[in-house]
């Protein structure tokens, strides 16, 4: 009697499957990675400028804020398509659409960052002599990053999850395994690649978070402090008194 092969049988879970597309999965992951940390960079370095401008006022605030509110609102092949004649079918084209994605989340969180830090630190900055560009890098920056890595997170779960869209020009990651797999039907690569990009968001999303805890040393020992201190009783006059 022959043996039972999960391949023939096109299971769900199958680890001939992984042990026989070992390379294949490998390169599509690679791919995956590489498109997700590029478009995050690009619009993080995007991101700061355009929050700087926004809070310069309200005058230009607003359509900043509008923009990258509009984008977001763009359905992905529709931002693909429009690309497409500037970019051709590369993977510049999937880079592109992702860091227009990406400024919603990033863009708000720097501001969001810059607008925490306290008036009298800034206050206190330029009674020493600091300069707008030093305060900036220096002070502002430093203080901000809470809120700014925080934005990177969510923009980086995002974006794993948009990357698999780019199987559309073939430029998609894990997404160009799952697109014909779901075609064909084929359950095991589904699966297989699916887990893959849940895997790879969960990792990317525990590795920005202890960064954002290394970078970030005083915001645990505000809470250290904060959990460590004990409840003091408020006194309550007698009556009378």
Same mark, same amino acid.
């Given at each position: ?33 590489? *498109? ?5 960079? *690009? ?61 919603? *989340? ?12 306290? @008036? ?33 997170? *969510? ?33 095991? @690569? ?21 960064? @954002? ?29």
């Amino acid at each position: 009697m022959d043996k039972p092969n999960c391949l023939v049988d096109n299971d769900w879970f199958c680890w001939e499957y992984v042990t026989s597309r070992s390379r294949e999965l490998t390169d599509a992951t690679v791919q995956h990675v590489w *498109i997700t940390a590029v478009s995050v960079l *690009i619009g993080l370095a995007v991101s700061v400028p355009l929050a700087l401008l926004a809070r310069r006022g309200r005058r230009w605030a607003a359509p900043v804020l509008g923009l990258t509110t509009l984008l977001y609102t763009v359905p992905s092949l529709a931002m693909f398509s429009l690309l497409l004649p500037f970019f051709g079918l590369s993977a510049a084209l999937v880079v592109t659409g992702l860091v227009l994605y990406s400024l919603t *989340i990033l863009v708000r969180n720097v501001m969001a960052g810059l607008e925490a830090v306290p @008036q009298e630190v800034r206050e206190a900055a330029l009674g020493m002599g600091y300069g707008p560009g030093r305060l900036l890098w220096q002070v502002e920056l430093p203080l901000a990053l809470p809120a700014l890595l925080a934005g990177v997170r *969510i923009a980086t779960v995002s974006t794993v999850a948009l990357t698999t869209v780019g199987s559309i020009v073939g430029k998609g990651g894990l997404g160009n395994l799952i697109a014909p797999a779901v075609n064909s039907s084929f359950k095991a @690569q589904v699966l297989t690649a699916s887990v893959l990009c849940v895997l790879l968001a969960l990792v990317a999303d525990l590795l920005l978070l202890g960064l @954002q805890r290394l970078l970030t040393p005083w915001t645990r020992a505000g809470r250290v402090r904060k959990a460590a201190a004990p409840d003091v009783p408020v006194p309550v006059p007698a009556e009378g008194a």
